[in-house]
């Protein structure tokens, strides 16, 4: 089956303490992205990759980072979670050689920060 | 940049009547216009789009509209049903964007029975 999964589904931490949410699509997607979603806010986008070692910022970059060693994953990381990061995190994947814009979201990650 | 405003936050309708939500953008070189559904605890999911050479575009009991004048577009659902109860996102992207989409906040469409 064609997915997106994101791990984990829930996450509870504390200030400070680094955490890295888990992204893998299995349909041999170029393009990766992040984003969150806040009440009111829509999406908006953190950051976002265009193959392999090609990363690039989106609208809301501070506090976050990624990378791309691998085609499938595309992993977030906060190195020291701050509360106003608490929030819904969604993994997207898409082929711009196919469908450009026809991006399949993961089920979500929500954390919350303390 | 590009903004995307999408009205009513909320829309409650009875089953069977239609529902239309409304998004407007100021980036004049935007050409393409998708429509994502999210369902409770999933993640977005792409239902139709529109490109900006196109001025409506149908599928089943789904429909947009764009207007380019304007810069607006709106989704059309008729004869609602209860699966169609959703959280509803406009967007809007540019051919030079690196693929990026900006998203409109959003509208939770409540089908009363």
């Known amino acids: 089956e064609a997915q997106v999964t994101q791990n984990p589904r829930y996450l509870i931490t504390v200030t400070g303490k680094k955490l890295t949410v888990t992204c893998s699509q299995n349909?041999?997607?170029?393009?990766m992205s992040w984003y969150r979603q806040d009440p009111g806010l829509g999406l908006r986008q953190i950051y976002y990759?265009?193959?392999?070692?090609?990363?690039d910022k989106g609208d809301v970059p501070e506090g976050y980072k990624v990378s791309r060693k691998e085609k499938r994953n595309f992993p977030l990381i906060l190195e020291s979670p701050s509360p106003n990061q608490t929030s819904l995190y969604f993994c997207a994947s898409s082929s711009p050689s196919v469908k450009p814009y026809e991006q399949y979201f993961g089920p979500g990650t929500r954390l919350t920060v303390t | 940049g590009e903004n995307v405003e999408q009205h009513p936050s909320t829309l409650s309708v009875q089953e069977g009547d239609s529902a239309v939500i409304k998004c407007t953008y100021s980036?004049?070189?935007?050409?393409?216009f998708p429509w994502y559904k999210q369902e409770l605890g999933k993640g977005p999911q792409l239902i139709i789009d529109i490109r900006s050479n196109v001025g409506e575009k149908k599928d089943q009991r789904i429909a947009v509209t764009l207007n380019k004048t304007a810069k607006h577009f709106s989704l059309h659902i008729t004869e609602t049903q209860p699966e169609d109860s959703a959280v509803y996102f406009c967007?809007?992207?540019?051919?030079?964007?690196?693929?990026?989409?900006?998203w409109g906040a959003g509208t939770k469409l409540i089908i009363k029975p």
């Open positions: 967007a809007a992207s540019r051919w030079d964007s690196n693929y990026q989409l900006i």
């Open positions: 349909m041999n997607h170029e393009y």
């Open positions: 980036d004049s070189a935007s050409n393409y």
């Open positions: 990759s265009m193959n392999v070692e090609v990363t």
